[in-house]
């Protein structure tokens, strides 16, 4: 009988809420944090645990079946798998900010300006579709240091609760998508029998929780 696998955070923010969640489906299987991979003992499905920056391609690619990853690595990474089910955690925004004392209240005065981002293709297309021209400057961390290093006019990063914003002097203005954690499946794999089988499972979990 085929194994499925399914590719999870291997640390971070949504790595608890998706071992919860596949625990809670009834899945037996040792979370062992120095193993990349875990085999489930009671279900013919295999655990590996990645950065979560690879999740959607490795799902694209067909060497995961399924996966759990925010959103909004899956539009930065710009693959095409499909959406099986949104996992009401790992909830936050993609936001433009800008320093409390700067004079940029509006989308148009980023024209021409700097922003630092880690979401290039996504902040990319949200510009291009308000028809703002900016310098988008990519940049792997620390995104909200940036405008008070002299590096940026404005920045775009994920928020939640909103207090990093708030420590480094800046305030949101725009919205340029809101993300969870969702699965996700490898485009014509929906339909087999045992993907089948673990997304009613998940989608029991998620209904008891209501
Ligand atoms: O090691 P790996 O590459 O797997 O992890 P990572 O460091 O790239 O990601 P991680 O664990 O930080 O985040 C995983 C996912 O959690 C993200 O892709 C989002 O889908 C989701 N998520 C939810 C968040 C946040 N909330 C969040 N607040 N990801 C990051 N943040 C950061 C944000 O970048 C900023 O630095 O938290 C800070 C802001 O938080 P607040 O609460 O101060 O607003
Ligand atoms: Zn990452």
Do not use: H, W
Not at 58 to 68: C, E, P
Not at 127 to 154: F, M, N, Q, W, Y
């Amino acid at each position: 009988m085929k194994t499925l696998k399914i590719a999870i955070q291997k640390s971070g923010r949504l790595n608890e809420k998706s071992v919860e969640l596949l625990k809670n489906c009834g899945l037996n299987f040792e979370n062992y944090k120095s193993s990349l991979i875990s085999p489930v003992s009671n279900f013919p499905l295999e655990i590996l645990f990645l950065r979560d920056d690879d999740i959607p391609e490795y799902v694209q690619d067909g060497i995961a079946d399924l996966g759990i990853v925010g959103e909004n690595v899956i539009q930065e990474t710009e693959v095409e798998v499909s959406y099986l089910q949104k996992l009401g955690f790992g909830k936050c925004s993609l936001k433009i900010a800008v320093p409390n004392n700067n004079s940029i209240n509006t989308l148009e005065e980023l024209n021409g300006k700097a922003v630092a981002t880690t979401y290039p293709v996504i902040l990319g297309k949200y510009l291009k579709e308000k028809g703002i021209t900016s310098d988008i400057r990519t940049i792997s961390g620390s995104v909200e240091i940036s405008p008070g290093l002299g590096l940026s006019d404005a920045i775009c990063d994920l928020v939640s609760t909103g207090g990093t914003l708030k420590s480094n002097g800046l305030k949101p203005f725009a919205d340029v998508m809101s993300s969870e954690a969702v699965l996700i499946g490898r485009k014509g794999s929906e339909n087999e029998d045992l993907v089948q089988e673990l997304i009613q499972r998940v989608q029991s979990v998620l209904r008891a929780k209501e």
